[in-house]
Protein backbone atom coordinates (compact mmCIF):
# COMPACT_ATOMS: atom_id res chain seq x y z
CA UNK A 1 0.00 0.00 0.00
CA UNK A 2 1.17 3.14 -0.94
CA UNK A 3 2.31 5.43 1.93
CA UNK A 4 0.59 8.42 2.10
CA UNK A 5 3.89 10.56 3.63
CA UNK A 6 6.10 9.46 0.45
CA UNK A 7 3.18 10.99 -1.70
CA UNK A 8 3.47 14.38 0.19
CA UNK A 9 7.43 14.18 0.28
CA UNK A 10 7.38 14.27 -3.68
CA UNK A 11 5.71 17.58 -4.04
CA UNK A 12 9.16 18.89 -2.35
CA UNK A 13 11.62 20.28 -5.00
CA UNK A 14 15.03 19.23 -3.47
CA UNK A 15 16.69 22.10 -1.94
CA UNK A 16 13.51 23.49 -1.62
CA UNK A 17 12.77 24.95 2.16
CA UNK A 18 8.87 24.46 3.14
CA UNK A 19 7.44 28.15 2.63
CA UNK A 20 6.48 30.77 5.85
CA UNK A 21 2.49 30.92 6.02
CA UNK A 22 2.97 34.18 5.40
CA UNK A 23 4.60 33.91 2.28
CA UNK A 24 1.69 31.40 1.08
CA UNK A 25 -1.19 33.63 2.12
CA UNK A 26 0.71 36.20 -0.18
CA UNK A 27 1.31 34.15 -3.13
CA UNK A 28 -2.56 32.83 -3.26
CA UNK A 29 -3.30 36.28 -2.94
CA UNK A 30 -1.50 37.77 -5.96
CA UNK A 31 -2.48 34.37 -7.71
CA UNK A 32 -6.50 35.88 -6.92
CA UNK A 33 -5.93 38.93 -7.86
CA UNK A 34 -3.96 37.68 -11.44
CA UNK A 35 -7.10 35.43 -11.86
CA UNK A 36 -9.47 37.53 -11.34
CA UNK A 37 -7.82 39.88 -13.64
CA UNK A 38 -7.08 37.62 -16.32
CA UNK A 39 -11.24 36.70 -15.93
CA UNK A 40 -12.37 39.93 -16.22
CA UNK A 41 -9.92 41.03 -19.16
CA UNK A 42 -11.00 38.05 -21.15
CA UNK A 43 -14.77 38.01 -21.00
CA UNK A 44 -15.31 42.10 -20.38
CA UNK A 45 -12.34 43.37 -21.60
CA UNK A 46 -11.67 47.34 -21.02
CA UNK A 47 -13.98 48.30 -23.31
CA UNK A 48 -18.18 47.05 -22.25
CA UNK A 49 -20.72 48.28 -23.90
CA UNK A 50 -18.96 49.39 -26.70
CA UNK A 51 -18.11 48.51 -30.66
CA UNK A 52 -14.81 48.98 -31.76
CA UNK A 53 -14.39 49.94 -35.24
CA UNK A 54 -11.75 49.24 -38.21
CA UNK A 55 -9.76 51.79 -37.35
CA UNK A 56 -9.73 51.05 -33.83
CA UNK A 57 -9.23 47.29 -34.33
CA UNK A 58 -6.04 48.55 -36.70
CA UNK A 59 -3.93 50.84 -34.36
CA UNK A 60 -5.01 49.28 -31.17
CA UNK A 61 -6.28 50.10 -27.67
CA UNK A 62 -3.88 51.90 -24.80
CA UNK A 63 -6.24 50.52 -22.13
CA UNK A 64 -5.22 46.85 -23.89
CA UNK A 65 -2.29 47.40 -23.66
CA UNK A 66 -2.06 48.73 -20.05
CA UNK A 67 -4.13 46.07 -18.84
CA UNK A 68 -2.28 43.32 -20.43
CA UNK A 69 1.28 45.10 -19.56
CA UNK A 70 -0.10 45.05 -15.75
CA UNK A 71 -0.95 41.29 -15.78
CA UNK A 72 1.86 40.52 -17.50
CA UNK A 73 4.19 41.90 -14.95
CA UNK A 74 1.93 40.00 -12.35
CA UNK A 75 2.48 37.11 -13.91
CA UNK A 76 5.82 36.92 -13.83
CA UNK A 77 5.58 37.55 -10.23
CA UNK A 78 3.17 34.56 -9.57
CA UNK A 79 5.83 32.25 -11.86
CA UNK A 80 8.84 33.54 -9.38
CA UNK A 81 6.82 32.79 -6.27
CA UNK A 82 6.01 28.89 -7.74
CA UNK A 83 9.51 28.85 -9.92
CA UNK A 84 10.15 25.33 -8.62
CA UNK A 85 6.49 24.28 -10.20
CA UNK A 86 7.41 26.18 -13.31
CA UNK A 87 10.50 24.39 -13.89
CA UNK A 88 8.73 20.86 -13.42
CA UNK A 89 6.04 22.27 -15.97
CA UNK A 90 8.30 24.00 -18.66
CA UNK A 91 8.46 20.78 -21.13
CA UNK A 92 4.93 20.37 -21.35
CA UNK A 93 4.05 23.79 -22.16
CA UNK A 94 6.74 23.98 -24.62
CA UNK A 95 4.50 23.42 -27.44
CA UNK A 96 2.33 25.83 -27.13
CA UNK A 97 5.75 28.60 -26.48
CA UNK A 98 7.12 26.97 -29.75
CA UNK A 99 3.78 27.95 -31.63
CA UNK A 100 3.71 31.09 -30.02
CA UNK A 101 7.57 32.27 -30.73
CA UNK A 102 6.85 31.25 -34.60
CA UNK A 103 3.94 33.91 -34.48
CA UNK A 104 6.53 36.15 -33.71
CA UNK A 105 8.95 35.43 -35.21
CA UNK A 106 6.86 36.17 -38.87
CA UNK A 107 7.82 39.38 -38.20
CA UNK A 108 10.96 38.45 -40.56
CA UNK A 109 8.24 37.55 -43.14
CA UNK A 110 5.24 39.72 -42.23
CA UNK A 111 3.47 41.90 -44.69
CA UNK A 112 2.97 44.42 -42.11
CA UNK A 113 5.93 43.67 -39.22
CA UNK A 114 4.91 46.23 -37.43
CA UNK A 115 1.34 44.61 -37.16
CA UNK A 116 2.83 41.34 -36.67
CA UNK A 117 5.29 42.46 -33.99
CA UNK A 118 2.45 44.07 -31.83
CA UNK A 119 0.12 41.38 -32.01
CA UNK A 120 2.46 38.50 -31.33
CA UNK A 121 3.51 40.65 -28.50
CA UNK A 122 -0.06 40.36 -27.42
CA UNK A 123 -0.22 36.90 -27.83
CA UNK A 124 2.97 35.98 -26.07
CA UNK A 125 1.40 37.95 -23.36
CA UNK A 126 -1.98 36.28 -23.02
CA UNK A 127 0.11 33.13 -23.12
CA UNK A 128 2.14 33.99 -19.86
CA UNK A 129 -0.13 35.10 -18.11
CA UNK A 130 -2.61 31.79 -18.68
CA UNK A 131 0.30 30.14 -18.10
CA UNK A 132 0.89 31.54 -14.79
CA UNK A 133 -2.62 31.46 -13.77
CA UNK A 134 -2.12 27.49 -14.17
CA UNK A 135 1.29 26.92 -12.52
CA UNK A 136 0.16 29.29 -9.55
CA UNK A 137 -3.68 26.95 -9.20
CA UNK A 138 -3.33 25.24 -6.17
CA UNK A 139 -6.88 23.54 -5.49
CA UNK A 140 -8.68 22.71 -9.17
CA UNK A 141 -12.46 22.71 -7.32
CA UNK A 142 -10.99 26.56 -5.95
CA UNK A 143 -10.41 27.35 -9.48
CA UNK A 144 -13.47 25.62 -11.26
CA UNK A 145 -15.32 27.56 -8.51
CA UNK A 146 -14.24 31.02 -9.06
CA UNK A 147 -14.33 30.77 -12.75
CA UNK A 148 -17.80 29.72 -12.70
CA UNK A 149 -19.07 32.39 -9.97
CA UNK A 150 -17.03 34.83 -11.95
CA UNK A 151 -18.72 34.43 -15.19
CA UNK A 152 -21.95 33.75 -13.98
CA UNK A 153 -21.70 37.23 -12.90
CA UNK A 154 -20.58 38.47 -15.75
CA UNK A 155 -23.76 36.98 -17.50
CA UNK A 156 -25.89 38.97 -15.22
CA UNK A 157 -24.40 42.03 -15.57
CA UNK A 158 -24.83 41.12 -19.85
CA UNK A 159 -28.65 40.55 -19.35
CA UNK A 160 -28.60 43.91 -16.88
CA UNK A 161 -27.54 45.57 -19.91
CA UNK A 162 -30.08 44.48 -22.09
CA UNK A 163 -32.35 46.05 -19.25
CA UNK A 164 -30.15 49.57 -18.74
CA UNK A 165 -28.97 50.23 -22.72
CA UNK A 166 -30.77 47.67 -24.80
CA UNK A 167 -30.11 49.97 -27.88
CA UNK A 168 -26.37 48.53 -27.16
CA UNK A 169 -26.81 45.50 -25.63
CA UNK A 170 -29.65 44.01 -28.17
CA UNK A 171 -28.89 43.75 -32.01
CA UNK A 172 -30.84 43.33 -34.45
CA UNK A 173 -29.88 39.91 -35.32
CA UNK A 174 -29.45 38.98 -31.98
CA UNK A 175 -29.00 39.79 -28.23
CA UNK A 176 -24.80 40.63 -27.75
CA UNK A 177 -24.71 41.97 -23.93
CA UNK A 178 -21.15 44.14 -23.84
CA UNK A 179 -19.91 42.58 -26.38
CA UNK A 180 -18.85 43.70 -30.28
CA UNK A 181 -21.56 40.96 -31.71
CA UNK A 182 -23.57 38.53 -30.68
CA UNK A 183 -21.11 35.37 -31.37
CA UNK A 184 -18.78 36.67 -28.61
CA UNK A 185 -21.73 37.03 -25.97
CA UNK A 186 -22.56 33.54 -26.90
CA UNK A 187 -18.90 32.24 -26.90
CA UNK A 188 -19.13 33.84 -23.09
CA UNK A 189 -22.59 31.64 -22.32
CA UNK A 190 -21.28 28.57 -23.60
CA UNK A 191 -18.02 28.78 -21.24
CA UNK A 192 -19.92 29.18 -18.51
CA UNK A 193 -22.83 26.81 -19.45
CA UNK A 194 -20.13 23.77 -19.42
CA UNK A 195 -17.84 25.11 -16.66
CA UNK A 196 -21.52 25.22 -14.51
CA UNK A 197 -22.02 22.08 -15.73
CA UNK A 198 -19.07 19.75 -14.67
CA UNK A 199 -19.19 22.23 -11.54
CA UNK A 200 -22.86 20.62 -10.57
CA UNK A 201 -21.42 17.35 -11.11
CA UNK A 202 -18.55 17.45 -8.94
CA UNK A 203 -20.52 18.99 -6.33
CA UNK A 204 -20.27 16.93 -3.43
CA UNK A 205 -23.35 18.03 -1.20
CA UNK A 206 -27.07 19.10 -2.41
CA UNK A 207 -26.51 22.38 -1.56
CA UNK A 208 -24.12 22.63 -3.84
CA UNK A 209 -25.74 20.69 -6.34
CA UNK A 210 -28.85 23.20 -6.16
CA UNK A 211 -26.76 26.52 -6.04
CA UNK A 212 -25.07 25.09 -9.62
CA UNK A 213 -28.26 24.77 -11.02
CA UNK A 214 -29.99 27.42 -10.23
CA UNK A 215 -26.87 29.82 -11.30
CA UNK A 216 -26.95 28.24 -14.37
CA UNK A 217 -30.65 29.07 -15.14
CA UNK A 218 -29.44 32.42 -16.47
CA UNK A 219 -26.86 32.02 -18.01
CA UNK A 220 -28.90 29.39 -20.42
CA UNK A 221 -31.46 32.30 -20.76
CA UNK A 222 -28.40 34.50 -21.95
CA UNK A 223 -27.39 31.53 -24.46
CA UNK A 224 -30.86 31.31 -25.82
CA UNK A 225 -31.45 35.35 -26.86
CA UNK A 226 -27.69 35.76 -28.56
CA UNK A 227 -29.50 33.53 -31.04
CA UNK A 228 -25.56 32.48 -31.75
CA UNK A 229 -26.93 29.02 -33.46
CA UNK A 230 -22.85 27.70 -33.36
CA UNK A 231 -22.73 28.42 -28.97
CA UNK A 232 -25.93 27.35 -28.80
CA UNK A 233 -25.50 24.13 -30.61
CA UNK A 234 -21.68 23.11 -29.49
CA UNK A 235 -23.40 23.47 -25.57
CA UNK A 236 -25.79 21.15 -26.53
CA UNK A 237 -23.64 18.76 -27.76
CA UNK A 238 -20.79 19.83 -24.72
CA UNK A 239 -23.46 19.13 -21.67
CA UNK A 240 -24.38 15.67 -23.77
CA UNK A 241 -20.88 14.89 -23.47
CA UNK A 242 -20.62 15.78 -19.59
CA UNK A 243 -23.73 13.95 -18.70
CA UNK A 244 -22.66 10.86 -21.15
CA UNK A 245 -20.03 10.27 -19.09
CA UNK A 246 -21.50 11.39 -15.73
CA UNK A 247 -23.59 8.38 -16.25
CA UNK A 248 -21.09 6.20 -16.85
CA UNK A 249 -19.29 6.78 -13.71
CA UNK A 250 -22.32 6.40 -12.31
CA UNK A 251 -24.14 3.47 -13.21
CA UNK A 252 -20.66 1.80 -14.62
CA UNK A 253 -21.25 -1.00 -16.90
CA UNK A 254 -24.63 -1.41 -17.02
CA UNK A 255 -25.23 1.94 -18.62
CA UNK A 256 -22.40 1.43 -21.22
CA UNK A 257 -24.04 -1.10 -22.87
CA UNK A 258 -27.68 0.56 -22.71
CA UNK A 259 -25.37 3.47 -24.79
CA UNK A 260 -23.84 0.70 -27.20
CA UNK A 261 -27.09 -0.52 -28.29
CA UNK A 262 -28.83 3.46 -28.59
CA UNK A 263 -25.73 4.25 -30.62
CA UNK A 264 -26.31 0.84 -32.98
CA UNK A 265 -30.29 1.36 -33.39
CA UNK A 266 -29.34 5.17 -34.06
CA UNK A 267 -26.74 4.00 -36.41
CA UNK A 268 -29.34 1.81 -38.32
CA UNK A 269 -31.74 4.75 -38.23
CA UNK A 270 -29.58 7.08 -40.17
CA UNK A 271 -28.23 4.95 -42.50
CA UNK A 272 -32.30 3.86 -43.54
CA UNK A 273 -32.32 7.15 -43.85
CA UNK A 274 -29.87 8.24 -45.82
CA UNK A 275 -31.20 5.12 -48.52
CA UNK A 276 -34.24 7.03 -48.45
CA UNK A 277 -32.57 10.11 -49.75
CA UNK A 278 -30.25 7.74 -52.05
CA UNK A 279 -27.34 8.83 -50.05
CA UNK A 280 -26.82 11.89 -51.10
CA UNK A 281 -25.02 14.07 -48.57
CA UNK A 282 -25.70 17.15 -50.39
CA UNK A 283 -29.59 16.60 -49.74
CA UNK A 284 -29.18 15.10 -45.95
CA UNK A 285 -27.18 18.10 -45.59
CA UNK A 286 -29.65 21.14 -46.67
CA UNK A 287 -32.61 18.82 -44.70
CA UNK A 288 -30.31 18.78 -41.99
CA UNK A 289 -29.25 22.75 -41.70
CA UNK A 290 -31.30 24.13 -44.48
CA UNK A 291 -28.29 26.67 -45.80
CA UNK A 292 -25.41 24.72 -47.03
CA UNK A 293 -23.31 27.73 -48.16
CA UNK A 294 -23.71 28.66 -44.06
CA UNK A 295 -24.71 32.03 -44.16
CA UNK A 296 -22.40 32.98 -47.30
CA UNK A 297 -19.31 31.56 -45.61
CA UNK A 298 -18.78 29.17 -48.57
CA UNK A 299 -17.33 32.22 -50.68
CA UNK A 300 -15.36 33.41 -47.96
CA UNK A 301 -13.70 30.07 -47.68
CA UNK A 302 -12.80 29.83 -50.82
CA UNK A 303 -11.48 33.80 -50.85
CA UNK A 304 -9.51 32.63 -47.64
CA UNK A 305 -8.10 29.51 -48.62
CA UNK A 306 -6.58 30.63 -52.26
CA UNK A 307 -4.78 33.88 -49.92
CA UNK A 308 -3.78 31.15 -48.08
CA UNK A 309 -2.53 28.80 -50.74
CA UNK A 310 -0.48 31.99 -51.84
CA UNK A 311 1.57 31.25 -48.48
CA UNK A 312 1.47 27.81 -48.04
CA UNK A 313 3.99 27.29 -45.53
CA UNK A 314 4.40 30.59 -44.01
CA UNK A 315 1.39 32.27 -44.37
CA UNK A 316 1.10 36.02 -44.44
CA UNK A 317 2.74 36.84 -41.04
CA UNK A 318 0.62 36.65 -37.96
CA UNK A 319 -1.59 39.29 -37.52
CA UNK A 320 -1.16 40.93 -40.59
CA UNK A 321 -3.87 39.41 -43.47
CA UNK A 322 -6.98 41.57 -41.95
CA UNK A 323 -7.49 44.57 -39.98
CA UNK A 324 -4.29 45.74 -41.90
CA UNK A 325 -5.87 49.44 -42.93
CA UNK A 326 -8.90 50.49 -45.29
CA UNK A 327 -6.36 50.59 -47.94
CA UNK A 328 -4.58 47.15 -47.63
CA UNK A 329 -7.90 45.67 -46.41
CA UNK A 330 -7.51 41.75 -48.38
CA UNK A 331 -11.35 42.19 -49.60
CA UNK A 332 -10.44 45.10 -52.13
CA UNK A 333 -8.95 42.09 -53.94
CA UNK A 334 -12.13 40.10 -53.60
CA UNK A 335 -14.17 38.80 -57.16
CA UNK A 336 -15.99 41.14 -58.92
CA UNK A 337 -19.33 40.06 -58.38
CA UNK A 338 -18.68 37.96 -55.31
CA UNK A 339 -21.05 39.67 -51.67
CA UNK A 340 -17.63 40.34 -50.49
CA UNK A 341 -16.38 43.07 -52.74
CA UNK A 342 -19.58 44.91 -52.38
CA UNK A 343 -19.41 44.60 -48.21
CA UNK A 344 -17.82 47.59 -46.49
CA UNK A 345 -14.37 47.63 -46.24
CA UNK A 346 -13.79 46.96 -42.18
CA UNK A 347 -17.13 44.55 -41.62
CA UNK A 348 -15.35 41.26 -41.67
CA UNK A 349 -12.09 40.98 -40.35
CA UNK A 350 -11.68 37.16 -40.29
CA UNK A 351 -12.28 34.22 -41.98
CA UNK A 352 -14.46 32.30 -39.98
CA UNK A 353 -12.86 29.27 -40.15
CA UNK A 354 -10.09 29.29 -37.61
CA UNK A 355 -8.16 26.35 -39.91
CA UNK A 356 -7.75 28.69 -42.54
CA UNK A 357 -7.32 31.98 -40.72
CA UNK A 358 -4.48 30.86 -38.83
CA UNK A 359 -3.18 28.91 -42.12
CA UNK A 360 -3.58 32.42 -43.40
CA UNK A 361 -1.78 33.81 -40.86
CA UNK A 362 1.33 31.26 -39.80
CA UNK A 363 1.15 28.40 -42.84
CA UNK A 364 -0.11 25.11 -43.18
CA UNK A 365 2.60 22.98 -40.66
CA UNK A 366 1.92 25.79 -38.06
CA UNK A 367 -2.05 25.42 -38.08
CA UNK A 368 -1.28 21.44 -37.72
CA UNK A 369 0.79 22.14 -34.87
CA UNK A 370 -1.78 24.09 -33.39
CA UNK A 371 -4.72 21.37 -33.96
CA UNK A 372 -2.37 18.49 -32.76
CA UNK A 373 -1.31 20.30 -29.78
CA UNK A 374 -5.05 21.06 -28.70
CA UNK A 375 -6.12 17.50 -29.61
CA UNK A 376 -3.59 16.02 -27.52
CA UNK A 377 -4.64 18.50 -24.45
CA UNK A 378 -8.14 17.27 -24.82
CA UNK A 379 -7.17 13.53 -25.02
CA UNK A 380 -5.11 13.87 -21.78
CA UNK A 381 -7.61 16.01 -19.89
CA UNK A 382 -10.63 13.80 -20.88
CA UNK A 383 -8.47 10.12 -19.91
CA UNK A 384 -7.88 11.90 -16.59
CA UNK A 385 -11.36 12.98 -16.27
CA UNK A 386 -12.59 9.48 -16.93
CA UNK A 387 -9.84 7.25 -15.65
CA UNK A 388 -7.93 9.47 -13.05
CA UNK A 389 -7.26 8.94 -9.52
CA UNK A 390 -8.02 12.79 -8.65
CA UNK A 391 -11.17 13.12 -6.41
CA UNK A 392 -14.42 13.65 -8.12
CA UNK A 393 -14.12 17.49 -7.85
CA UNK A 394 -10.77 17.84 -9.53
CA UNK A 395 -11.88 15.48 -12.57
CA UNK A 396 -15.04 17.46 -13.32
CA UNK A 397 -12.89 20.39 -13.86
CA UNK A 398 -10.58 18.64 -15.46
CA UNK A 399 -13.61 17.32 -17.83
CA UNK A 400 -14.68 21.29 -17.76
CA UNK A 401 -11.61 21.92 -19.64
CA UNK A 402 -11.14 18.85 -22.07
CA UNK A 403 -14.73 19.76 -23.28
CA UNK A 404 -14.01 22.85 -23.62
CA UNK A 405 -10.90 22.61 -25.96
CA UNK A 406 -12.84 19.54 -28.01
CA UNK A 407 -16.24 22.21 -28.58
CA UNK A 408 -13.07 25.19 -29.11
CA UNK A 409 -11.94 22.66 -32.55
CA UNK A 410 -15.51 22.38 -33.51
CA UNK A 411 -16.19 26.24 -33.01
CA UNK A 412 -13.20 27.08 -34.90
CA UNK A 413 -14.88 25.00 -38.03
CA UNK A 414 -17.92 28.01 -38.74
CA UNK A 415 -15.23 30.91 -36.56
CA UNK A 416 -11.94 31.94 -36.53
CA UNK A 417 -10.47 31.64 -32.55
CA UNK A 418 -8.07 29.00 -32.80
CA UNK A 419 -4.83 30.94 -31.42
CA UNK A 420 -5.80 34.11 -31.74
CA UNK A 421 -5.08 36.66 -29.96
CA UNK A 422 -7.73 38.52 -27.51
CA UNK A 423 -10.30 35.94 -28.54
CA UNK A 424 -11.89 34.91 -24.95
CA UNK A 425 -12.23 31.35 -26.66
CA UNK A 426 -8.42 31.02 -26.98
CA UNK A 427 -7.53 32.47 -23.98
CA UNK A 428 -9.78 30.48 -22.08
CA UNK A 429 -8.13 27.32 -24.35
CA UNK A 430 -4.57 28.31 -23.11
CA UNK A 431 -5.58 27.97 -19.86
CA UNK A 432 -7.21 25.25 -20.27
CA UNK A 433 -4.19 23.66 -22.10
CA UNK A 434 -1.80 24.42 -19.11
CA UNK A 435 -3.96 23.61 -16.43
CA UNK A 436 -4.59 20.06 -17.79
CA UNK A 437 -0.80 20.04 -18.39
CA UNK A 438 -0.68 19.80 -14.25
CA UNK A 439 -3.38 16.94 -14.51
CA UNK A 440 -1.30 14.34 -12.58
CA UNK A 441 -0.02 16.93 -10.25
CA UNK A 442 -3.34 17.47 -9.28
CA UNK A 443 -4.18 13.84 -8.92
CA UNK A 444 -1.03 13.27 -6.34
CA UNK A 445 -2.31 16.23 -4.55
CA UNK A 446 -5.62 14.91 -3.85
CA UNK A 447 -4.13 11.59 -2.75
CA UNK A 448 -1.96 13.39 -0.88
CA UNK A 449 -4.88 14.71 1.09
CA UNK A 450 -6.55 13.10 3.85
Known amino acids: MTDISSLKASFIIPGQAPSAAGTGRWRARLHGLLLFGFL ?48 RFALPALPVFVLVGFAMASIVWSDFPDLTLRRSLLLFFLAVIAFAVAIGTENLRQLHTWMFATMTAIIL ?7 IVPSIAI ?168 WLA ?17 WLHLGLPATVLATVITIWAALYGGLHACFGLAKPATRAALGAFAVLLLLYLAHNLTEATLFMRGASFNSTALLATFLIARARDFAFQDLAQP
Not at 60 to 66: E, P, Y
Not at 157 to 163: D, E, K, P, Q, Y
Open 40 to 87: LFTFVGTRPFAEADAATRTDGNVLDRIAVLGLFGLSLLVLWLHRWRVA
Open 157 to 163: INLAGCV
Open 171 to 338: SEIGVRGMYSQKNVAGIVALITMILGTTWVLGSATRRETVIGMTALVPTAFFLVITISKTSINLAALGIVVILFFGMIERHGRSFILFAIAVGLLLAVGITLWLATLEFDINAAMTTLIGDTSFTGRDELWAFARNAAEKRYWLGHGYGAFWDVGTANDPLIRAEVGS
Open 342 to 358: AVQIGVINQAHHGYLEL
